[in-house]
């Protein structure tokens, strides 16, 4: 009976304790190009017990900006970011490149204004990588999805050297349904997209790409998956120019158990 009774007060104390209110900031390329990512994202944020919010006004981060010099712009847009977000518990990014910018290059906008670098230090604090923020924080050790055959992770640049993200997404993974997990010979190595790197030096970024696109179809996986939908919008698109039949998804898809949508790169039926 005593060992009912603290399993039962465990179980009272969960389901009595507030729910973290969560927002989830979308970002630029999953607002234009693939809405399903922000969706998914919603749905793993709910399952692990958070109330989530997407405020109407957040804007772009302003990593474009800042990677092309232009800190002025940057600043500007860091803080209408850091005003709209700032009441939040956590701020969560299906993105990190987009979650870096904001947990580590939003203080130093601010340098010359001490008022607004402790509110960019307190955004920074709370905001994190969408697969980094339910295992680290929310502890989530598993989903109930399913998906069929055989995938490949990539782990983006921004999301593995800046935050830390990589057991993260493969542990989850892990739980699904149907899922084999394969690994690239060189998972760690950029795609070639560096948001305006691509643009600045195309020559370069087109080698990078072949180059992991190669070892992509090498693994014979049917899937590809990552964190960051510019990396795989580069992919994708590297993959449809060689006439490769593998699928591209957001992790977040795959773990949501939303992948009624076409693959990234596919025309809808």
């Given at each position: 009976?005593?060992?009912?009774?603290?399993?039962?007060?465990?179980?009272?104390?969960?389901?009595?304790?507030?729910?973290?209110?969560?927002?989830?900031?979308?970002?630029?390329?999953?607002?234009?190009?693939?809405?399903?990512?922000?969706?998914?994202?919603?749905?793993?944020?709910?399952?692990?017990?958070?109330?989530?919010?997407?405020?109407?006004?957040?804007?772009?981060?302003?990593?474009?900006?800042?990677?092309?010099?232009?800190?002025?712009?940057?600043?500007?847009?860091?803080?209408?970011?850091?005003?709209?977000?700032?009441?939040?518990?956590?701020?969560?990014?299906?993105?990190?490149?987009?979650?870096?910018?904001?947990?580590?290059?939003?203080?130093?906008?601010?340098?010359?204004?001490?008022?607004?670098?402790?509110?960019?230090?307190?955004?920074?604090?709370?905001?994190?990588?969408?697969?980094?923020?339910?295992?680290?924080?929310?502890?989530?050790?598993?989903?109930?999805?399913?998906?069929?055959?055989?995938?490949?992770?990539?782990?983006?640049?921004?999301?593995?050297?800046?935050?830390?993200?990589?057991?993260?997404?493969?542990?989850?993974?892990?739980?699904?349904?149907?899922?084999?997990?394969?690994?690239?010979?060189?998972?760690?190595?950029c795609c070639g997209f560096g948001g305006t790197?691509?643009?600045?030096y195309p020559d370069i970024s087109v080698r990078?790409?072949?180059?992991?696109?190669?070892?992509?179809?090498?693994?014979?996986?049917?899937?590809?998956?990552?964190?960051?939908?510019?990396?795989?919008?580069?992919?994708?698109?590297?993959?449809?120019?060689?006439?490769?039949?593998?699928?591209?998804?957001h992790v977040a898809e795959v773990l949501a158990?939303?992948?009624?949508?076409?693959?990234?790169?596919?025309?809808?039926?």
């Open positions: 009976m005593a060992l009912f009774a603290d399993h039962f007060g465990a179980y009272l104390r969960r389901m009595l304790q507030p729910k973290p209110r969560v927002a989830l900031f979308v970002t630029c390329l999953v607002d234009l190009y693939r809405p399903n990512v922000g969706f998914a994202a919603i749905r793993l944020l709910e399952k692990a017990g958070c109330q989530v919010e997407v405020p109407e006004a957040q804007t772009c981060c302003g990593q474009p900006a800042y990677n092309s010099g232009d800190r002025a712009t940057a600043r500007d847009l860091a803080r209408a970011v850091v005003d709209c977000f700032l009441g939040f518990d956590y701020v969560v990014v299906p993105s990190g490149s987009c979650g870096g910018m904001i947990s580590h290059h939003y203080p130093g906008l601010f340098d010359d204004d001490p008022q607004y670098r402790g509110r960019a230090e307190t955004l920074a604090a709370k905001t994190f990588e969408l697969m980094a923020f339910l295992t680290d924080v929310m502890g989530m050790e598993g989903v109930e999805a399913r998906y069929e055959g055989s995938v490949v992770y990539h782990d983006s640049c921004s999301g593995l050297r800046e935050l830390g993200v990589k057991a993260q997404p493969r542990k989850l993974l892990a739980s699904v349904a149907g899922l084999s997990l394969t690994e690239l010979a060189e998972p760690e190595l790197f691509c643009v600045k990078m790409v072949a180059d992991k696109t190669k070892d992509i179809q090498a693994t014979g996986a049917g899937t590809l998956l990552a964190g960051d939908l510019g990396c795989l919008l580069n992919m994708a698109g590297r993959l449809k120019r060689e006439g490769a039949p593998v699928k591209v998804r158990g939303m992948t009624e949508a076409p693959p990234i790169g596919d025309a809808a039926p």
